[in-house]
């Protein structure tokens, strides 16, 4: 939503903060609208005639929570009643048919084929709709659930998230997929190093797979926030933490800020970088997607579709059959889901400038670096020479394969993995 100026001068202008009798907020100075079903419907109210503008106190501070909320386009609906809707005191239908019943007030009893003339009608319905569809898809899951390993659902701020389990005794490890996959990328080295006698995890990070892509700001920061939850709420005890690709560079944030849940990092053609005698940074939370990412990622989501099956038979380079309908037909289906296009704006903010050799220094010779010598995305003969003269303590496999040589070459990658953990273990 671009709200108009007329409310900029707001954001900036302090005033004294009173306390509003009528608040439909749960805490003062909180922005989760709450209380009963009737209070909530009032803000629903407010929320969608923001354009109106109003001489109400409660509709006045909604508005105000309203702009503070919206990070990006028709993020503030979320915010402000996520977590209404997922406790029950109002449904997704309930606002669906509000917002409809408002946008036909506004238009004569129609409805534009054009879109919707309030922007707050689109953030509602938009919310709602794709809440629903996530719901459904989880369901869906639940009940398809079959083989060795099951699929399973976790609710991580708010946001259904779907990770797979195999195995019940043993060292705990957790496999974390890159940009564009999920956790079915793992679909031949789950079971396996689970029979070796591990327990393991594989999760499809927020914005990916099967989980849920709400509108919100995606960072590397947010995802390593998401698997150190993981490990914290759902797998309960330190990990020997895997990840392909960008899901490598996420591993090794999370083993940086958090090393107590991480036993050992195993970096499988991973994102980043090695930089010599690098010195502390500030991570930037805040960030805000610009005008040319936006419609960038309009024009890329369809080329994507078209070119993923050559996207993709690119970085598989030795073993082509690999790349099969199971997993082109899952990366397509994700492509059509709601709210990819927003995990796609991100794609071109991703902060990759802490260096791999700085987040990961103390772990010492806990980090193994697996090397698809072949990776059409990265010098990894480059790479290899680097973390071979800068990072002596790690550990370093090279393969025939391209940027994903644990699909590619999965039974080599097992071997590594179950030797690796087993010698930590002992």
């Known amino acids: 939503m671009n709200f108009d100026n007329r409310n900029q001068s707001s954001l900036t202008r302090k005033t004294p903060r009173k306390k509003i009798p009528s608040s439909a907020f749960v805490a003062q100075g909180g922005n989760l609208v709450g209380g009963g079903t009737n209070s909530v419907l009032n803000a629903l109210a407010g929320y969608l005639r923001y354009l109106e503008g109003t001489g109400r106190d409660d509709w006045q501070e909604l508005h105000e929570k309203l702009r503070s909320a919206e990070t990006r386009s028709g993020a503030s609906f979320g915010a402000l009643f996520g977590p209404s809707l997922r406790l029950g005191i109002i449904s997704k239908r309930s606002v669906f048919d509000e917002a409809i019943k408002y946008e036909k007030d506004r238009n004569g009893g129609f409805l534009s084929p054009f879109g919707y003339s309030a922007i707050t009608v689109a953030g ?181 579709r078209l070119s993923l099956k050559n996207i993709v038979a690119d970085c598989y380079p030795v073993k082509k059959e690999r790349v099969d309908e199971m997993i082109i037909n899952e990366m397509t289906r994700a492509s059509h889901d709601p709210g990819v296009v927003y995990v796609l704006e991100n794609i071109f903010s991703i902060n990759l400038s802490i260096p791999l050799n700085y987040l990961l220094e103390g772990l010492g010779e806990k980090v193994l670096i697996i090397q698809g010598m072949k990776d059409p995305i990265q010098d990894s003969k480059t790479m290899l020479a680097m973390l071979r003269k800068h990072c002596p303590g790690f550990s370093i496999r090279e393969l025939d394969a391209g940027h994903c040589p644990h699909d590619e070459r999965p039974e080599e990658v097992n071997s590594i993995i179950r030797q690796w953990v087993t010698s930590l273990e002992t």
């Open 124 to 304: 509602a319905i938009d919310t709602v709709s794709s809440m629903e569809w996530y719901y459904l898809l989880a369901l869906n899951s639940r009940r398809g659930n079959e083989g060795a390993h099951s699929i399973r659902i976790w609710r991580w701020n708010g946001h259904l998230i779907q990770y797979a389990v195999a195995g019940h005794e043993g060292p705990s490890i957790l496999l974390v997929h890159g940009f564009g996959a999920s956790l079915e990328h793992y679909r031949d080295n789950l079971d396996d190093l689970a029979e070796a006698g591990n327990k393991v995890w594989a999760i499809s990070l927020i914005g990916f797979g099967k989980s849920e892509k709400p509108n919100i700001l995606y960072t590397e920061l947010l995802w390593a926030e998401m698997i150190k939850d993981f490990v914290d709420e759902v797998v309960a005890e330190p990990v020997h933490l895997i990840g392909n690709s960008l899901g490598g560079y996420f591993a090794a944030i999370v083993a940086g800020l958090w090393p107590t849940l991480v036993k050992s990092v195993i970096l499988i053609n991973s994102a980043g970088n090695i930089v010599p005698e690098f010195s502390s940074i500030a991570f930037l939370k805040d960030r805000q997607i610009s005008g040319p990412a936006k419609f960038g990622a309009r024009l890329l989501l369809p080329f994507l």
